[in-house]
């Protein structure tokens, strides 16, 4: 059974930080993993998805990172800025293939 | 914006009553799938139609039950609320049954009291 966690749980940093967000999962056998953003009482954006034949996906300051032989992905955002205060979490594809798989996501708040 | 809109987005009700959800998915997607997110934790799967049959189920009892129409609409229907169902109700469409293909709406946001 697939399992997923997240540290930190919450982040606190000032402007301009680089970060790095992390996820582990239990199951290496997964063909993606994908990272959302979620805005407080919103739903789900999806930034990243990354195919298992990859080992990054990049979209703008946003870097995710894919190693399934150790069970983690990172999540690395550079120059943080106080828009990116979300909390993000991480999800992979079930064991069965029908649902995502989350963790109960980083909390990310960028001062000013 | 993902196409795929949800009402109402705020419900309240009291234990042992009853509620419909509603989802409107994007056109053409014939997969639309339930998560409850509770209170600080990540969204976990109710369960998934596709072609208006249940494809798959999570660790829910039996008073969470849904439907899907042919007009790509569906419903989450819970019997005898519980205190422990208040959560974010989310749901999600796709083109096809693989979730990292899926789309999710806003939300409905449900307390019991």
């Known amino acids: 059974k697939q399992e997923v966690t997240q540290i930190p749980a919450a982040l606190s940093v000032p402007e301009g930080e680089n970060l790095v967000l992390n996820c582990s999962f239990t199951?290496?056998?997964?063909?993606?993993l994908q990272w959302f953003r979620q805005d407080p009482g919103k739903g789900l954006t999806s930034l990243l998805l990354?195919?298992?034949?990859?080992r990054e996906q990049t979209s703008g300051r946003l870097n995710a990172s894919l190693d399934k032989s150790s069970g983690r992905s990172t999540l690395y955002i550079a120059a943080s800025q106080p828009g990116d205060s979300a909390t993000y979490l991480c999800?992979?594809?079930?064991?069965?293939?029908?649902?995502?798989?989350f963790g109960k996501g980083t909390t990310l708040s960028v001062s000013s | 914006e993902t196409g795929v809109t949800q009402s109402p987005t705020h419900l309240i009700k009291t234990r042992g009553q009853q509620v419909t959800l509603r989802c409107s998915s994007q056109s053409g997607h014939n997969t639309v799938s339930w998560y409850q997110q509770a209170l600080g934790q990540g969204p976990q799967f109710i369960f998934q139609?596709?072609?208006?049959?249940?494809?798959g189920r999570g660790n829910f009892p039996p008073r969470f039950s849904g439907l899907q129409f042919p007009n790509y609409s569906s419903e989450l229907n819970v019997n005898a609320l519980e205190l422990d169902d208040s959560a974010l109700y989310l749901c999600a469409s796709s083109l096809a049954r693989t979730p990292e293909t899926q789309y999710f709406g806003p939300g409905t946001r449900l307390l019991v009291l």
């Open positions: 139609y596709y072609r208006e049959e249940e494809n």
């Open positions: 990354i195919q298992s034949s990859q």
């Open positions: 199951d290496s056998a997964i063909y993606n």
């Open positions: 999800a992979a594809p079930s064991q069965a293939g029908t649902a995502l798989i």
